[in-house]
Structure formats: structure tokens, C-alpha cells
């Protein structure tokens, strides 16, 4: 099977079957129907409810842009994007077919019956290079890697106990793709080489001293930088060649900072959101101040 093949992958016939198995169950809500989970409210043909009403933790967005990949503390779903017939994968994807046109189809339940905290899923991110990889930050303060060509037990290719507690993100690089980054309550930013699969190793880590960390996103542009941000209002800049400080640290919020995320096109841009309700737009060459920022009108 061709690695880049994503829809071969979560279409084999042992998924399939899963696929039939868990569409018999209250996940899939069929377009104007009452589903589980919903408290009988009418869904829209392009709304799903996943995990029997779970509460939808993380999502992740397949490197073909097809699947979305879905977790919650009891849930682990991979839903399809379809067409109208409720059947054919979409041939293209822009803002007009996901409006008009585009349907959710529940392609695998990946959640067994029996409880298990590494299914227990805090964040999920798609692989951007291997679409038949998808990483979890688990509740239990693990980092699981799933293979999705596998079945059973397998399929849970790599499982890494690297922070003493919860994982509240993981990002893949873009350039290597054995690297994975991870941030927790632990206050430990990590970053893991996972070429061998049954141990991986810390290719580099830092204590950031500015309190959990809430998110990491490894930059899509440099392979050797990272961006933090910290329960504390700090956003941080790594050079993960380098030992010691932050390349770039800012105060960016007061209170928690919740995200931060690179610009899509421009290298040295990147955004910040915190509990302050505020949205900030940075430029990591000068951080002194922000170049925009939005104000939320609500917390």
C-alpha cells in the first residue's frame, strides 16, 4: 500500500468493518436526524456528533484536507468528508464545497470499549508528511502514535512516557518527520526523535520556568524553531540547535496565554491568544510590540 494513500488506508476492509460496526451505534448523526448526545436538537447535514455526546477535546485536519481526526476524553474518531450522497469522498476541497456541499461520514471508531487512558485524548495532531500517522497528547501524561493502517493493538505504533503530567500539546515537524513536540502541565517543553519507534529519545528539552505549558507549534518554515506559550501570559521562541534562553521571550497576556500558531505564508509572523481575550499578531524580528491585535468580546 502507497504511504500517501490516506484514503486506501482508513478504507481497508478491516476498517470498513469498524467503520459499519460503530455506524450501528449513536455516533454518526444522519443529516436532519436526532443523535446521541445532542439532547434531541435537529442536526444540520454538515453537523455530526462524535463520541455519543463526548465532550470534542482536539480536532486534526488530514494532510489531503478529507479527514478530520477527533478525540475527547472517551472518544477517538476518524470522520470523512463526502459528498452529498453521503458516500464518495469530495474530489476537492474549498470554502464553497465545505458550505454547500460537504457531509460528515464516521469512517473509524477508534475508541475500544474497555477504558484506557492512552485513548484519554487532551490534543491530536495529523501527520503533515506520513497521512497514515496521527499523534495524541493524552490525559495520562503520555504521547501515543497511531498507525492507521494497522488494526488492534498495533495500530498504536509508539507510546512515549516522557512528562510527569497532563500533555496538553503535540505538534510534528514539517521538515523531519520523526521529530514531535510536546508541551505539558509539567511546565517541560520536548522535543522527541521518534526513529526508533520503540524508544524514542529527548533530542532536546527545556524547563521554561513560565509556569504549564499550553501549547507548542514547531514553525513550518525553519526547522530549528519552536514557539511556546505559557500558562503565565509568556510566548517564547526556541532554537532547538541551541541550549540556555529563548531566542525571542514576550509577555504577551495577562493570565493564561491559550494558543499560539505561525503565519501560514510568512515566516517570521506568528499569533497569540490568551485569556485576556485578546488575539495578538507578532514579528518574531522585533517583539517589542505587537503589530495587531483583536479584541474578543467575550471570554
Not at 92 to 107: G, I, P, S
Not at 198 to 206: A, G, I, K, Y
Not at 215 to 244: I, N, S
Amino acid at each position: 500500500m502507497h504511504r500517501g494513500d490516506a484514503l486506501s488506508a482508513l478504507r481497508s476492509p478491516a476498517s470498513s468493518q469498524a467503520s459499519r460496526q460503530a455506524q450501528r451505534g449513536s455516533s454518526q448523526a444522519q443529516p436532519g436526524s436526532a443523535a446521541g448526545g445532542s439532547g434531541g436538537a435537529q442536526l444540520l447535514p454538515n453537523q455530526i456528533v462524535i463520541g455519543n455526546g463526548d465532550k470534542c477535546m482536539a480536532v486534526s485536519l488530514s494532510p489531503d484536507g478529507r479527514f478530520v481526526a477527533t478525540g475527547g476524553r472517551e472518544s477517538f474518531q476518524i470522520i470523512g468528508l463526502v459528498d452529498e450522497s453521503g458516500e464518495a469522498p469530495v474530489s476537492r476541497v474549498n470554502e464553497q464545497v465545505l458550505v454547500e456541499h460537504a457531509r460528515f461520514k464516521l469512517v473509524r471508531n477508534l475508541k475500544g470499549r474497555r477504558r484506557n487512558l492512552d485513548y484519554s485524548i487532551n490534543d491530536i495532531h495529523w501527520h503533515p508528511i506520513e497521512p497514515e500517522l496521527v499523534a495524541t497528547a493524552a490525559t495520562n501524561c503520555k504521547l501515543v502514535v497511531w498507525n492507521l493502517q494497522h488494526e488492534g493493538k498495533s495500530m498504536m505504533e509508539c507510546l512515549v512516557e516522557g512528562h510527569t503530567q497532563t500533555v496538553n500539546r503535540v505538534s510534528w515537524s514539517r521538515h523531519n518527520p520523526n521529530l514531535l513536540a510536546s508541551g505539558s502541565q509539567d511546565g517541560l517543553v520536548k522535543l522527541w526523535d521518534l526513529r526508533e519507534r520503540s524508544e524514542p529519545c529527548v533530542r532536546w528539552e527545556r524547563d521554561a520556568m513560565g509556569g504549564s505549558v499550553r501549547d507548542v507549534q514547531m514553525c513550518p518554515f525553519d526547522e530549528h524553531r519552536l514557539l511556546a506559550g505559557f500558562e503565565k501570559g509568556v510566548v517564547q521562541a526556541y532554537d532547538v540547535r541551541k541550549d540556555g534562553a529563548p531566542t525571542n521571550s514576550i509577555s504577551a497576556h495577562l493570565g493564561l496565554t491559550l494558543a499560539v500558531d505561525w503565519h501560514p505564508a510568512r515566516r517570521n509572523v506568528f499569533a497569540s491568544g490568551g485569556r485576556d481575550r485578546t488575539v495578538k499578531v507578532w514579528d518574531i524580528s522585533d517583539c517589542t510590540r505587537w503589530i495587531h491585535r483583536v479584541q474578543s468580546i467575550s471570554s
